[in-house]
């Protein structure tokens, strides 16, 4: 290019040198001496001389000008692929990061399922105490049948009970069973009995022998729950109405009095029974359960009751580390919402236990109440028999 424009300046130089001598040569008037053929002809030859320069000049602009196109051409042409091929690197990096993203979207939702599917630890251990407790409640209950089924024949003064020959060999049959297990130091001074032990002595009249077990681990321990119910509740039943007492007038008139309080009797010792129940060694504790009562200290810790695996499980779970521990690593809201719902259940299930004993309560109170008005209508002036004249 360079070699060119040089080529052209030398060329355009001799142009001007050429004019300047045409014009210093330039044509004379006609009266001048020189002649004018020969001045025509030379301005020909310049005018040719020029003609070849501009020419010349022509082609090697054409020429460059051809040279820079086509350079101009090849560069955009590369800058075009450039920009191509940044915009197709652009959109692969693009696909690669919503591949990523997709992926990681996938697997967190993976991970959400997994967790919302997957058993907690302490759902089991939940299930185990609740079937526990349940158990043990049916086994407490039949328990409180047997035992409401002998004490409502007792309370009739039924054939084979101690006041079936009447109230005095009932009293006798209390005092033998009070003198054989429970005798007391003033008993044992009189000579009536052997000095029972420590734990034993009137054991028979003590609230603790019935409540304060969580669950009884003998026979001698559901023996002093069941000797106190029968203590505080009917110590001795009424005789027996029966043969000429039952069939004459005045026995007759008694029957429906002595219905009434055997009733009374039953539904009393129906809410002692039923305590019993609770209290008594149905069921085997969980694993869980067996590590609670050994933390709160407990001996025995091979058979519970109702009672005991009730309090075991509320307790584990208010006070127990265990549960606290596997609370708080929980994964998701899911396996904190079932803790809760397993709260709920068992919170319901302790409110149907109430509810069953508000249900006996209840009767107790409208026994009361009949019994009042009994009592005030008793205290009303007989009225005269009334006489009828037959016609």
């Not at 069921?283 to 009730?310: D, F, H, I, M």
């Not at 009949?370 to 004249?389: F, G, I, K």
Request: proline share 4%.
């Amino acid at each position: 290019m360079k070699r060119l424009l040089d080529r052209a300046g030398r060329l355009g130089g001799a142009s001007l040198l050429v004019l300047a001598l045409a014009t210093v040569a330039a044509p004379k008037p006609a009266y001048a001496f020189f002649d004018s053929a020969a001045i025509v002809g030379a301005i020909s030859t310049l005018q040719g001389a020029m003609n070849s320069v501009i020419t010349t000049a022509q082609k090697v602009l054409n020429s460059t000008l051809g040279l820079i196109n086509g350079s101009l051409g090849d560069g955009f042409t590369q800058l075009s692929n450039y920009m191509k091929a940044q915009v197709g690197a652009q959109e692969q990096i693009a696909d690669a990061n919503n591949m990523v993203q997709a992926e990681l979207d996938r697997d967190v939702r993976a991970a959400q399922q997994r967790d919302n599917h997957a058993t907690n630890r302490q759902d089991c251990l939940n299930l185990e105490g609740g079937q526990a407790a349940i158990v043990a409640a049916r086994n407490g209950v039949a328990v409180a049948t047997a035992l409401d089924s002998g004490k409502d024949k007792r309370t009739q003064a039924g054939k084979g009970t101690p006041s079936w020959e009447g109230a005095g060999q009932g009293a006798q049959a209390n005092n033998n069973r009070h003198f054989t297990l429970y005798c007391s130091d003033a008993e044992a001074d009189a000579g009536i009995c052997s000095l029972a032990s420590t734990d034993q002595q009137n054991a028979d009249q003590d609230a603790t022998s019935l409540l304060t077990p969580p669950a009884y681990q003998d026979q001698a321990s559901i023996d002093r729950a069941n000797d106190y119910v029968t203590t505080l509740i009917q110590p001795v039943a009424p005789a027996a109405l029966r043969g000429s007492a039952l069939t004459s007038v005045d026995g007759q008139s008694a029957l429906p009095g002595r219905r009434a309080y055997n009733a009374a009797i039953s539904l009393a010792h129906h809410v002692g029974d039923d305590i019993i129940g609770w209290h008594a060694n149905t069921v085997t504790l969980s694993a869980a359960q067996k590590a609670e009562a050994v933390r709160e200290g407990y001996t025995n810790t091979s058979v519970g009751s109702e009672s005991e695996a009730t309090e075991l499980e509320i307790n584990r779970k208010y006070s127990g580390t265990d549960w606290q521990a596997d609370l708080q690593a929980m994964p998701s809201p899911k396996s904190v919402l079932v803790q809760i719902a397993l709260l709920d259940a068992q919170r319901n299930w302790i409110a149907w236990q109430q509810f069953k004993l508000d249900q006996t309560r209840a009767l107790m109170e409208a026994n009361r109440l009949a019994t009042s008005a009994e009592q005030r209508l008793r205290a009303v002036s007989p009225l005269p028999v009334p006489t009828t004249t037959l016609p």
